[in-house]
């Protein structure tokens, strides 16, 4: 059945909103799926490793089956490219006109050798896949009842929010995480489509997994106010490590595709984890239960040795480019990190030890902001995770601190340069389709186009400004229409023109003069 244009439609807002809900429903069931088959995955795989552990004679099979298992994800990575690593750059690449991707392939390989990787006792995380595999139901709603490409890329977004939502029963830091990290621009559409996706995606994941919080932290009391300056220390201490761990992924990365043969890396990745998970399996996979045993008594040598450990394998899983996400293990991180701080900040100064979950989660919170540099949603889903809302000024307090020193350290937004190096690797389709699009985007405050007329902005050739949106009207564009920062512009353009003219739009309207 054809249906009207939308964008002409004076319903359309709600048009979208009930698309959203069918985006909402299929990738909330389909990443609750992959949430269990990598808890299922990863109980297997470490019962198998302490199996192996007790009977050594069994270590031949175990190798045999990991190179198998290696053999599988590698058929998976070379036959669809799109599904390698995290999932959110490719997403990002997607929404931005990089790449064309096939929604089902993409999200059949990806679950099953995501689950593969999960069931070796690879570091990685379930929320990349997640947000990949909620993008693709986003796409497949979008392709049968969407007719503008405007409002598919915006069920696509919806897909990626309610896909995060569902993998840690966060439906704020879903939202949040598409407009501060895919979009980096507020949309009231934008947010209304991928809130609704959201909270039916987290409704699905309750009723599948429950209401409970995914962290189970005891919050007895909060830090007080003259304890702040060491926050302050945390802070700076998190920015550094959020640096250093931006730089070693990627040259890991770089020294990884030294390796010609596909098959070879994934298999030495699988064979160095399958050793670690002999010898140290308590830093293997997700993190999820190592994260869970924290507490004061480790001891401050272990929860050394664990940092380091959980750091090293870490980068290991992910620089061979297997399907996983870096999220969740790098929360683990966070929290490793946090255990150790908090570890030596309560003997010298004779804290209390309750504050040792506080420090945790507050670790957690900056070294996400360090790396991923998206704190707001960094903090959400802390508070999301923990269930609890004791500690928003400190969160924030650590979070803009690790953010400052990570950027004074020129250090990248880390989904920003994977994306960066799958496009100089050109393995995956460049989508170079004619068709006419919209696209929005906004000005930006003391940008090149803030304050100034259409007339004096030289607009990319083949870009047509259709119209501004600025405090609820639509402004038809001429030559003495003045833009200024806030507004809202929709531009039709060719799609294979897309790449060209995003980034030469982003020079006039997000970059300062």
């Known amino acids: 059945m054809k249906l009207k244009d939308i964008e002409k439609s004076t319903n359309k807002n709600l048009y979208l909103l009930f698309l959203s809900v069918l985006v909402g429903l299929a990738a909330g069931f389909l990443a609750s799926l992959y949430r269990l088959a990598l808890e299922k995955a990863e109980t297997w795989g470490l019962s198998i490793y302490s199996f192996v552990i007790s009977h050594l004679i069994f270590i031949p099979p175990l190798i045999l089956g990991l190179a198998l298992l290696a053999f599988v994800v590698t058929f998976f990575m070379k036959k669809h490219p799109m599904i390698s690593g995290s999932g959110v750059p490719q997403v990002k690449g997607q929404l931005q006109g990089y790449f064309k991707n096939n929604w089902f392939t993409t999200a059949f390989a990806k679950f099953i050798a995501g689950t593969l990787a999960m069931f070796a006792g690879l570091s990685l995380g379930r929320e990349g896949p997640s947000i990949q595999l909620g993008a693709s139901m986003g796409q497949l709603v979008s392709n049968q009842l969407a007719e503008t490409e405007r409002h598919k890329r915006i069920l696509i977004a919806s897909g990626a929010s309610a896909g995060l939502s569902a993998a840690f029963n966060a439906p704020l830091s879903g939202v949040m995480f598409t407009l501060e990290e895919v979009f980096k621009y507020f949309s009231p559409l934008i947010l209304l ?3 609704t996706s959201a909270m039916v995606a987290d409704m699905v994941a309750r009723i599948m997994f429950g209401s409970g919080p995914v ?35 990627l040259t890991s990365q770089n020294l990884m595709k030294k390796i010609k043969s596909p098959f070879l890396r994934v298999l030495l990745t699988f064979l160095v984890v399958g050793a670690t998970g002999l010898l140290f399996p308590n830093i293997i996979g997700s993190g999820h239960r190592l994260m869970d045993s924290f507490s004061l008594g480790m001891g401050l040598a272990f929860l050394c ?20 996400g870096i999220f969740f293990p790098l929360l683990v991180l966070g929290a490793s990190l ?18 040792f979950a506080n420090l945790v989660i507050l670790a957690m919170a900056g070294t996400f902001t360090a790396i991923v540099r998206a704190p707001m949603t960094g903090i959400l889903l802390l508070v999301e995770m923990t269930g609890s809302f004791d500690h928003l000024l400190p969160l924030a307090l650590v979070s803009l601190i690790a953010y400052v020193v990570a950027d004074l350290l020129q250090s990248e937004p880390i989904y920003d340069s994977l994306l960066d190096n799958m496009l100089k690797e050109k393995e995956i389709d460049i989508d170079d389709s004619d068709k006419q699009m919209m696209f929005e985007t906004i000005v930006q405050f003391d940008s090149v186009a803030d304050r100034k007329k259409l007339s004096e902005i030289h607009l990319p050739e083949g870009c047509l400004l259709v119209s501004v949106h600025r405090s609820g009207k639509d402004i038809i564009p001429h030559g003495n229409t003045e833009l200024q920062a806030g507004d809202y512009l929709t531009f039709s353009i060719r799609g294979e023109d897309e790449v060209m003219i995003r980034e030469q739009l982003l020079l006039v309207l997000l970059e300062h003069e």
Do not use: D, R
């Open 193 to 195: 489509t991928c809130m």
């Open 215 to 249: 962290f189970h932290f005891q919050i007895v009391g909060s830090i007080e106010l003259s304890n702040y300056w060491l926050l302050i220390i945390l802070g700076i201490i998190l920015g550094f490590f959020g640096a250093f761990y931006n730089w070693t992924l």
């Open 305 to 324: 040795l664990v940092l380091i450990g959980k750091y090293l394998i870490s980068m290991v899983s992910y620089a061979s480019g297997v399907p996983g």
């Open 338 to 355: 946090g255990a150790v701080f908090a570890t030596i900040v309560i003997s010298l100064f004779h804290l209390p030890s309750h504050l």
